[in-house]
Structure formats: structure tokens, C-alpha cells
């Protein structure tokens, strides 16, 4: 098998996560400097405003505590994406965080939704089924310490505690999955080696059995006799 697509190893690989948890902070305490409430700004379920929640939403938090429990995933999470899905880690982070948002403003509660959660489950989704997908040895493994790590978070697609928005979660889980079969012939795939036919391969048939070499019959048209014919007197 050979792999067709390297693993990224760049800054970047950092540096864009790091630069997404970096602007979720900054929003709250812009918010908590001028005693601000951004959650307006959510989603808004079936409604032309809260449309603007599908770009805003993930960078509004409601408390510290809420902020720092996807600000940790969210950089583990998008730093994983970038190193081992280059390829496809920008479509996946900015079509899928708006399909998200999306999806959310069609099945959620008339209650706006904020937080950054549904790009976590949306990345953790992507990550754990494109390994999956793949069968790639590399992946599969990321994909077992991806549900080893936050394995937890898939109770939490369903109403099973109040006060989080279990349809952003669903949303992000089930646009995750579908972007996961959309790309797994993408980025880091296996390709076939085909093999070539030698002399050894020859010696064997399509069982397996053992062919003994066979000695070339002399074709006997293509020897030319000469004869000569002597007297008996010579």
C-alpha cells in the first residue's frame, strides 16, 4: 500500500486553532470589559434574525466555565484536523461550522444557541468517521484516542441535561459525519500496488502448483542437412 498524501507538520497545524480559542476569549472579555451581552447575536431558531447566529454564535460564550470546556477540545480537536486532514481542513472547519449553524436554526429550541460546541462535535464527528472510513493504520489509530479523549461528548446529542444546546451538538455531530464520507477518498487514502508477472510467477499456475521446466522440442524444419554421396569406388 502506499499513501498518497503526507501528514502536515507545518505551524499552522497550530497556530489556526490556537488563533480560533485566542479570538473565543478575547470576544468574552470584550464582553466582560464593557459589560456587554452578545448572546442576542445567537442562533435564533426559524427566525430571519437569528440567521446571524450561524456566523456569530460560535464565538459567544455564557459563563468562563462554558468557555473553557470547548476551548480545550477545540484546539486538540483542530489541531488534529489540520495535521492529518490538510487537504480538506479549511472546507471542513468554515462549510461545516455554517452547515452546523444552519441545521441547528432548523431543528433547535425557540432559545438562542451560542458557544462553540457545535464545531467541537462537528470536528470530533469528522475525525473519529474519516478514520474509520480511510481503514488507514494512522488514522484509525487517532480515531481510537479521539473517542478515547472525548468519547464522553456523544451523550450529549441527546436531551439528557438542561441548559446546553443538545440540537447545536446534534447538528455538529451529524454535519461532521456526512463531511467525513464526503472526503474519505481525499487527503491520506491507500492505493493498490500493482504487480508484474516475472519468470518465477511462471513456474507456478493459477492454483499454486509447481510447473516443471519443460526442455524446448527442436524444431526439426529448421535444421538444414547436407548430404553428400560418395561412390563405392571412393
Given at each position: 500500500m502506499k499513501e498518497k498524501s503526507s501528514i502536515n507538520f507545518s505551524k499552522q497545524v497550530f497556530f489556526i486553532p490556537l488563533c480560533m480559542v485566542f479570538v473565543i476569549w478575547f470576544v468574552y472579555m470584550f464582553e466582560l470589559k464593557f459589560s456587554l451581552n452578545f448572546n442576542v447575536f445567537g442562533i435564533l431558531p426559524r427566525t430571519i434574525k437569528g440567521l446571524r447566529g450561524i456566523v456569530f454564535s460560535?464565538?459567544?460564550h455564557a459563563n468562563v466555565t462554558h468557555l473553557f470546556n470547548n476551548s480545550v477540545p477545540l484546539f486538540v480537536l483542530g489541531s488534529i484536523l489540520?495535521?492529518?486532514?490538510?487537504?480538506?481542513?479549511?472546507?471542513?472547519?468554515?462549510?461545516?461550522?455554517?452547515?452546523?449553524?444552519?441545521?441547528?436554526?432548523?431543528?433547535?429550541?425557540?432559545?438562542?444557541?451560542?458557544?462553540?460546541?457545535?464545531?467541537?462535535?462537528?470536528?470530533?464527528?469528522?475525525?473519529?468517521?474519516s478514520g474509520v472510513l480511510k481503514k488507514?493504520?494512522?488514522?484509525?489509530?487517532?480515531?481510537?484516542?479521539?473517542?478515547?479523549?472525548?468519547?464522553?461528548?456523544?451523550?450529549?446529542?441527546l436531551p439528557i441535561a438542561k441548559g446546553i444546546s443538545?440540537?447545536?451538538?446534534?447538528?455538529?455531530?451529524?454535519?461532521?459525519t456526512v463531511f467525513a464520507y464526503f472526503y474519505k477518498n481525499v487527503g491520506i487514502v491507500k492505493e493498490e500496488y500493482t504487480f508484474s508477472k516475472t519468470d518465477f510467477d511462471v513456474m507456478f499456475d493459477s492454483h499454486g502448483?509447481?510447473?516443471?521446466?519443460?526442455?524446448?522440442?527442436?524444431?526439426?524444419?529448421d535444421i538444414n542437412y547436407t548430404y553428400i554421396y560418395k561412390s563405392e569406388e571412393e
Open positions: 460560535p464565538f459567544i489540520f495535521m492529518f486532514y490538510n487537504k480538506v481542513s479549511f472546507k471542513v472547519l468554515v462549510y461545516g461550522t455554517l452547515l452546523t449553524g444552519l441545521l441547528t436554526w432548523f431543528i433547535g429550541r425557540e432559545s438562542y444557541h451560542i458557544g462553540a460546541s457545535g464545531v467541537v462535535y462537528l470536528l470530533f464527528s469528522f475525525i473519529f468517521f488507514h493504520f494512522r488514522l484509525i489509530a487517532v480515531s481510537l484516542v479521539t473517542i478515547f479523549l472525548y468519547g464522553g461528548m456523544v451523550w450529549y446529542v443538545w440540537e447545536g451538538h446534534l447538528s455538529g455531530f451529524i454535519v461532521g502448483n509447481y510447473i516443471p521446466p519443460q526442455e524446448e522440442e527442436t524444431q526439426l524444419n
